[in-house]
């Protein structure tokens, strides 16, 4: 066949290609963040133990994961574990009593990268689906092959792929192969995660899921004339700076090119994030998602999609968490040297977490809360409302949870302080107009 032949044939391929709903698959860092994960909009979310998931400090144990896997069922959604550490040899029985449990408990994948661990789930384990980790480092379709000849379900891959690269790989795969990627969240300075420096400098091993973020941490920088123990040093500030600190992933603009690659899940990164963060993050990527898949349902193609597709929205809202400075890594350009966060800080001066609404009372037009910072009335806050929209509200009166008598603040001083907020807007019209107000949970303050 010409080449030109060739050519056209691609080109009518690509014309008529169906595009596929991705997954959108979210952290679950404990039973509460897994579960306002799913309820607003994740497909699926990701769990493990603090010992065997790189999370020490993830709070889930074995009755959480039970409960985690439960609710998602209920809600015909998907849980995945991770048990990605790279393990010791005194490590093995937990992992066996840990991939009995998920086998017992019929949980939708195991997440693994090392192959002792691999050959450890297929043993006993033998029905669940093994999704290679990042931490294998995944960067091409050879690779992916391998891992799909011992029985691989997924590959997700490093986050050191290009786009050019990805589609390299989505058009080499087996067709049975499924590909994730991760398009929000942090980025580990080390190659794919695989990081010795926070082992080095503080004992504390990221491949065990104990790492002390030493990337994040300020250094000073100094010359030294050889053997002569005086140090000049280059840097201009004092506490140091974060010279290995990396930007946070964000590729919202980029979702009609992901999408219509075909990668079957996109993965937001962040088990230790708040609810606030979470519910924030997933609504904002779930709206974007299931606005570019109805753009392709009706006809378009990638260009106009991407020119219909208004990312900013999105964007503004992403940015009204506690987050990093923002980079597409080397999603666009593997040159790209916007990827160094050397401010080193996660803060918002517009916006906090304002708490968690546990009970609506639309008859007398308040809501019951645990609060998670300070709120003063006339205190302007936004409810997330699961497939809704923002919804701003003006808090006219606060009233203590035990006294039940009117104040004018409220901190969080003590743990799971709660307190009545009665609005200036009437709750039973926005309900009306949002039906989904009744399942919404997570709200912020505007500072």
Known sequence: MKKEEKEKNKKKEKQNKKIKRPELLAPGGSYLKAKVAMDYGAD?????????????????????????????????????????????????????????????????????????????????????????????NTISFHTAKFWHDIGAKRIITGREMSKKELEVLMENKPEDLEIEIFIHGAICFAYSGRCFLSDFLANRSANCGDCAQSCRWKYNIALEEKNSGELMYIDEEERGINILSSKDMCLIKELPDIVYMGIDSLKIEGRLKTEYYLA?????????????????????????????????????????????????????????????????VQYNPEYEFGGIIEKYNFEENNVFVRIKNKLIKEDIIEIIVPNGNILKLNIEKLYDEETKEEIDEVNPGTKDKAVYIRFNEELKKLLEENPNLKKAYIFRRKI
């Open 280 to 344: 924030t993050i997933v609504n904002t990527y779930r709206h974007a998602l299931d606005e570019i898949y109805e753009l392709f349902e009706k006809g378009y193609d990638l260009n106009e999609v991407k020119e219909k597709y208004n990312y900013k929205k999105y964007l503004d809202e992403i940015l009204k968490t506690k987050t990093r400075n923002l980079t597409t890594f080397y999603f666009n350009d593997k040159n790209n040297k916007d990827t160094q966060d050397l401010e080193g």
């Open 44 to 136: 699926a979310v990701y769990i493990g133990t603090p010992n065997l998931s790189l999370r020490s400090r993830a709070k889930l144990d074995y009755e959480d994961m039970e409960k985690t896997i439960k609710y998602a069922k209920e809600k015909g959604k998907k849980v995945y574990a991770a048990i990605n550490i790279f393990a010791y040899d005194d490590q093995y029985d937990e992992i066996k009593k840990q991939a009995k449990f998920l086998e017992e408990k019929e949980i939708d994948g195991i997440i693994a990268a090392d192959p002792g661990v691999i050959m450890e789930i297929k043993k006993y384990a033998p029905n669940i689906p093994i999704n290679i980790s990042t931490q294998a």
